[in-house]
Structures are given as structure tokens and as C-alpha cells.
């Protein structure tokens, strides 16, 4: 699909300010809109909208379809009907500079909770009747991760290859049981994605109405720990106990001189071909019901990926494992059509990998924080066609006033030279730079925009907890930086 020159910003809703401790899609989610449309921009890119768990990772999550009820707007429940002021009266203390996941997970699902209940007692016909619709729409997915669930409380949150045999095995006897014994939790489970959904796709309809289009995430593997897992295990390389045999990660990188071991079980290509990668068209669909255009996170791993066995205790003893290709594009686009899809082409790229990418024509990703070690180096914007979507970096990288304390000397006067300027405000600089350039889409994280170090980084990629938590305070969004904003998309038509 053709996409037309245009610029973003990269921001996730947990970011957003707001009183409820986590950022939401409530009131200050359209006045986020709103200051993009009034800078010219047509692009917010966010990271996966799934329900995140162990870590608080988007990139593992419970489901590769649900999403994240901590994002629902508590404001907008209120507006409901949903809520009252007194259901907030046990809110805890919050600090504003940063998610306390820890406390987000103990109060946040008691307050949706509370939400269906008062829908029990109170709700319209009209909210009966989107709720019933929801779940009539969406039974192919919902179904599995609301008993999953609530089978995940009842067992005391342990992942599901822990639970009791016939449980984890999905004995029919047992799932129907259990369909009886929880069937409130159940409920309760699918109430908050119908609340999630509701709000996002409002919040989704306005962002068309100021012309700006979504991109959304794909995490290429999903979570061990997930509904789609446990409900699909023929789909993975998992034993007669449910524990993977093999496991996705990446061989030693610029992140970490042991790889990554990510853990999340590999596809059995196989099987998904016999089907007709049936789960993969249904992913993809529903996905873009959610957002515009999708960055497709370790795009590489279509062609081949880094198989590790199940019980290694590093990334390094793997090997490349070729994967599904063109095969399974081509089924995806007779299904759906010309797929708006960025390729997340980064790490160890290999020839077949660029060769899959641009038989599909899709533009690869370039990060300018890893240019600065050369003039040859492609990550320089000297170097892009206009097929490609550039950063300054991304959830993964440092901010680029962080990478600049901590970058080596060589590539500190390598960036000087290249942008011809000092050190007084390198991300603008930075920005300047990508703005300017020939691709097609050029994104910065709004830390980026805001000048903010290494604090206000987002993610470390191979370390687990402390990440994923940062906010923005109110005041970010400044008349200053929207004038600066605007008048780069004017200067470099965007």
C-alpha cells in the first residue's frame, strides 16, 4: 500500500497524564489529537493495545486480540453511568511520573468491577445492546481468553502450563465445569474488553475526523503465557505438558552481548500452513480493526528466526530457522487486500530478509541513533529511498538526549559533523535531521520532542521490570512546541 509523506508522534497511552495513576483513553487522549491535528502531523503511533502482564511488557500479552483494560477511561465510565465518585473513594496515592503497575494491577479490575455491576443494575437498552453485540462479534477470540482468564485467578495468576492437568489440557469435561463454576468472572472478564473496545474505537473515530491515522503493533510472537497458547497449542512447539520445546529470542546484538531469550514458543509453520493461516488472517484482521497501519514487531523472524531450545539459560546456543515467507503474505492479502504493514527490519538483517521486504513492497524501519558511526552507514538519511519510515529511536533506544551523554566519543563527533550543529539541543537536531529526509514517514517518541534524557526512557530491551513506565506531565503539550512542531511539517512538507 502507497503511503503518502507525513510525520508523528510515537506515544503510548499509559504515558498520557491524568489522575488514575496510568494514562487512559479518556479526555486527555482527544486533546492529544487534537495537538497533533493542529501540528500538522497525521500519524500517532502507539505500541501493542493488548493486556499486559508479567514485566508489564505490550510486547507480552495475555492475548494477541484482547485489549488492555487499564486503559479504560474511569472519567468516561462516570459519564456512563458506570461509576460514581464514590467508587473511587479507595484510590490510592499515585505518583504522576511514573505507572505503578504493581498498584495499577490490585485497584484498577476491582473499579471495572464495580463498573459492571452498576451495568447489571442500571445500564440503558442501548449499552445492553452494544454489549451483547460485542460479544455476539467477537465469540471467536473472547471466548477462550475470558474462561482463560478467570482460570488464570482462579489458580492464583500462575501461567497456564501450571495449572491442574485437565485444566491446562483443555479437557472438555473440565472447560465446561469451568464455564459453570466462573462464569461471573467470565462475565467480569468480558465486560472489561467490551469497555476497552468501546473507548478505543471512539477514541479512534476521532482521531479520523482530525485526519490522523493510527499505527498500531504486532508483536510477531505472542506471550507463553497467553490465552491464544493455551487455547491453540497445536499452533506451537509445545510438549504434552504445555512447556515450549523451543523458544524465540536473538542471537547476540548491540543490546546484549548474550542475545535476547525472550521465551515466547515459535510457530509450527507447518501446522499454520495447513490451515491456511487461519489464525494469522484472523490476527491481522482484527488488528486492523483497531488501527490504520501496523508495524509487524521482529519482521525478520518471516523469513527466519533465532530457535533456541526450551531449557537454554542464554540466547547464544540458537540457530536461524527458516520461516514462512511470501507463502503466508500472499494467503493474508487474498484474504484482506493491499496491507498498510511496516516492516520492523532491524537486528542481524540477512539477504533473504531484505528480499522478503521489498517483494512485498513494504517499508523497512530506520533508526538515526545508529547511524552515527560513518559516513556509509545506511541508518544515515543519505542513504534512505523514500520507501521506509524513520525514527530517531524507538521504544527500544535510549532518547536521543540520552544516547548523546552515553554514546562513544567517535560517535558524538561523527554526529556533530554530519548535522553541522553543537550540542544545544541535539534531539531537535536529531528530528530536524529525519524530517528532512526522503522517507516516506518520519516519527519521533514526544520524549524526543521534549528534550528528556535517559529517565524518560521507555524500554531496555533484555531486562525484565522497571521499564514501560514513564508519563508526560500535562504542560508537555506547549504552545512553543506545537509552533516548532508545525513549522517543521510546513518546512519539509509533512
Known amino acids: 500500500m502507497a503511503f503518502s509523506r507525513s510525520s508523528g508522534i510515537l506515544l503510548h497511552p499509559t504515558s498520557f497524564p491524568g ?26 503511533q502507539v505500541l501493542p493495545l493488548g493486556p499486559t502482564g508479567y514485566g508489564d511488557s505490550p510486547y507480552q500479552c495475555f492475548s494477541a486480540f484482547a485489549g488492555n483494560p487499564y486503559l479504560v477511561s474511569p472519567d468516561f465510565l462516570m459519564q456512563d453511568g458506570l461509576l460514581t465518585l464514590e467508587d473511587l473513594a479507595d484510590m490510592p496515592h499515585w505518583d504522576s511520573n511514573q505507572v505503578d503497575f504493581g498498584l495499577i494491577f490490585r485497584w484498577k479490575p476491582a473499579l471495572l468491577d464495580k463498573a459492571f455491576a ?45 495449572w491442574p492437568a485437565p485444566q491446562r489440557d483443555r479437557d472438555p469435561q473440565a472447560l465446561a465445569e469451568a464455564r459453570s463454576l466462573y462464569a461471573a468472572a467470565i462475565q467480569r472478564q468480558q465486560f472489561r474488553q467490551f469497555l476497552f473496545f468501546r473507548q478505543w474505537n471512539a477514541l479512534r473515530a476521532y482521531a479520523h475526523s482530525k485526519n490522523i491515522q493510527i499505527i498500531g503493533d504486532i508483536p510477531i510472537f505472542v506471550a507463553m503465557d497467553s490465552s491464544d497458547a493455551w487455547s491453540h497449542p497445536d499452533l506451537f512447539y ?33 501446522v499454520h500452513k495447513a490451515t491456511g493461516y487461519q489464525w494469522w488472517v484472523e490476527r491481522i484482521r482484527a488488528t486492523l480493526n483497531t488501527v490504520d497501519i501496523v508495524r509487524i514487531d521482529h519482521f525478520r523472524g518471516f523469513a527466519g528466526y533465532w530457535e533456541i531450545p526450551g531449557n537454554a539459560p542464554t540466547a547464544q546456543t540458537g540457530r536461524w530457522v527458516p520461516g514462512p ?48 558511526s560513518g559516513p556509509d552507514n545506511p541508518f544515515l538519511p543519505h542513504h534512505y529511498s523514500p520507501n521506509c519510515v524513520v525514527y530517531t529511536g524507538t521504544h527500544d533506544n535510549d532518547t536521543a538526549l540520552g544516547w548523546y551523554r552515553t554514546c562513544p566519543p567517535e560517535e558524538r563527533d561523527f554526529y556533530h559533523r554530519y548535522v553541522t550543529r553543537d550540542n544545544a539541543d541535539v534531539p531537535g537536531d536529531m528530528i530536524r535531521a529525519i524530517w528532512a529526509s526522503v522517507a516516506v514517514f518520519a516519527i519521533a517518541p514526544l520524549q524526543d520532542f521534549l528534550g528528556l534524557g535517559t529517565e524518560a526512557r521507555m524500554n531496555f530491551p533484555g531486562k525484565v521490570g522497571g521499564f514501560w513506565a514513564w508519563r508526560m506531565d500535562e504542560g508537555h503539550l506547549s504552545d512553543w512546541l506545537k509552533g516548532r512542531m508545525r513549522e517543521l511539517n510546513w518546512l519539509y512538507q509533512r
Open 325 to 372: 515467507g511470501t507463502d503466508l503474505f500472499h494467503v493474508i492479502r487474498v484474504a484482506l487486500g493491499d496491507l498498510p504493514i511496516i516492516a520492523e527490519d532491524l537486528g542481524e538483517i540477512t539477504p533473504d530478509v531484505i528480499e522478503l521486504r521489498d517483494s512485498l513492497g513494504l517499508p523497512g524501519m530506520k533508526i538515526f541513533q545508529f547511524g552515527l
Open 19 to 44: 489522575p488514575y495513576g496510568i494514562g487512559d483513553l479518556g479526555p486527555f487522549a482527544y486533546r492529544f489529537i487534537d495537538y497533533l491535528a493542529e501540528t500538522g502531523s497525521k500519524l500517532w
Open 118 to 162: 452498576h451495568f447489571e443494575q442500571s445500564a440503558s437498552d442501548q449499552l445492553r445492546t452494544e454489549w451483547a453485540e460485542f460479544r455476539q462479534t467477537n465469540a471467536a477470540w473472547l471466548e477462550d481468553y475470558s474462561l482463560f482468564m478467570a482460570l488464570k485467578d482462579a489458580n492464583g495468576g500462575v501461567a497456564w502450563n501450571e
Open 238 to 270: 509445545l510438549d504434552q505438558a504445555g512447556q515450549p520445546t523451543v523458544v524465540a529470542g536473538v542471537p547476540p546484538d548491540y543490546f546484549s552481548t548474550t542475545g535476547q531469550l525472550w521465551g515466547n514458543p515459535l510457530y509450527r509453520w507447518d
